[in-house]
């Protein structure tokens, strides 16, 4: 599977955007990208996926570079409940990859009030 | 809809005894997947199941297997434990039809082997 790269950790002020940036220099043509994120004494929950143009649901945006070389994934208003550790993930399309996610060590996202 | 449960949320175990993880998918789900949680280590991929049949296995040693039941629920079995084996055991459900992606992941099973 492809590697990504993310800090460490990053800080936030409660009500202010945060930018989470992942790199991915090695990502295939047909690797989707996606977001997990793991609250403390929780499993990991989905963020967003993308695979080429940018993307918004209702918890996130995720926006794309164009040579799919990196990507940031958008909160728009950081709350205390998204202090969490935040996954970038490269995902093959199709056969038996579906099921299998390989998750890096993530950033850690902490929150200030 | 009920999220995926796992059970025993906590379990106590001494070296080589042998354990037994269970998992109830979303209900619909067909697809269950085992991560292996520690500070070492992060998550790591151990199996995927699907229809009863393992899709995917990770890199584990023999010790470390599971099964899928026709209702799509999941058990997974550790032989032999050894102190390395103590984590916290996820396991995820995903629909597995019409090109989903998400993955839903239960509040995992805490291993000790002592």
């Known amino acids: 599977d492809a590697k990504t790269t993310q800090p460490n950790s990053m800080e936030s002020n409660e009500e202010e955007p945060v930018h989470l940036p992942c790199n991915h220099s090695?990502?295939?043509?047909?690797?989707?990208i996606h977001w997990y994120r793991q609250l403390p004494s929780q499993g990991p929950e989905y963020v967003i996926h993308g695979l080429t143009s940018n993307v918004n649901n209702r918890m996130a945006s995720l926006a794309i570079a164009e040579d799919r070389k990196s990507s940031t994934l958008i909160l728009h208003r950081a709350t205390l409940r998204d202090a969490a550790v935040y996954y970038c993930?490269?995902?093959?399309?199709?056969?038996?990859?579906?099921?299998?996610?390989?998750f890096g060590q993530g950033t850690i996202l902490t929150v200030h009030p | 809809k009920a999220g995926v449960t796992q059970t025993p949320r906590y379990l106590i175990k001494t070296r080589g005894q042998q354990v037994t993880l269970s998992c109830s998918p979303i209900s619909g789900h067909r697809s269950v997947s085992w991560y292996q949680q520690t500070p070492g280590q992060g998550l790591q991929f151990l199996f995927e199941?699907?229809?009863?049949?393992?899709?995917n296995k990770g890199n584990f040693p023999g010790r470390f297997s599971g099964r899928q039941f026709s209702n799509s629920r999941s058990e997974m079995n550790v032989s032999t434990l050894e102190l390395g084996d103590s984590a916290l055991y996820l396991c995820a459900s995903r629909i597995s039809t019409g090109g989903s992606y998400e993955q839903y992941f239960g509040p995992g099973t805490r291993l000790t082997v002592t």
């Open positions: 993930i490269l995902r093959a399309n199709g056969g038996t990859s579906y099921g299998k996610l390989t």
């Open positions: 090695t990502i295939s043509g047909t690797d989707y």
């Open positions: 199941y699907f229809s009863e049949t393992q899709r």
